[in-house]
């Protein structure tokens, strides 16, 4: 098992930066998929950005590229999600989750995920 929490949400307003942490624990294999998915009220979860911690190999969305970094400490089994020029339409609540194999670790499609922090909220305001 793999339990995962979320920190660093908060509110800013547009134009400002926040970062996300997620930490890692419990059974930790030596590589891992792991992503940022967000879900904003009445939306459904979405995507934002993975990284197979065991080769560095990351993938955005397209609505987030150029605009948000995912990056990973081994040591401290965290990973993070540095976030600049935040806008309105990226409020939401954001989940860290964690899957095993490297296979279609590019796909930022929630169901593939088997580990789910709780989320942390983010809120942009204009």
């Known amino acids: 098992q793999v339990q995962l929490v979320e920190s660093g949400g908060g509110s800013v307003q547009a134009g400002g930066s926040l970062r996300l942490s997620c930490a890692a624990s419990g059974y930790i294999p030596w590589s891992m998929c792991m992503g940022w998915f967000r879900q904003a009220p009445g939306k459904e979860r979405e995507g934002v950005a993975v990284?197979?911690?065991?080769?560095?190999?990351?993938r955005y969305a397209d609505s987030v590229k150029g605009r948000f970094t995912i990056s990973h400490i081994d040591a401290k089994n965290t990973v993070y999600l540095q976030m600049n020029s935040l806008k309105p339409e990226d409020t939401a609540v954001y989940y860290c989750a964690a899957r095993f194999s490297r296979q279609s670790c590019s796909q930022l499609v929630p169901g593939l995920y088997r580990y789910w922090g709780p989320g942390t909220q983010v809120t942009v305001s204009s």
């Open positions: 990284i197979y911690t065991g080769d560095s190999y990351t």
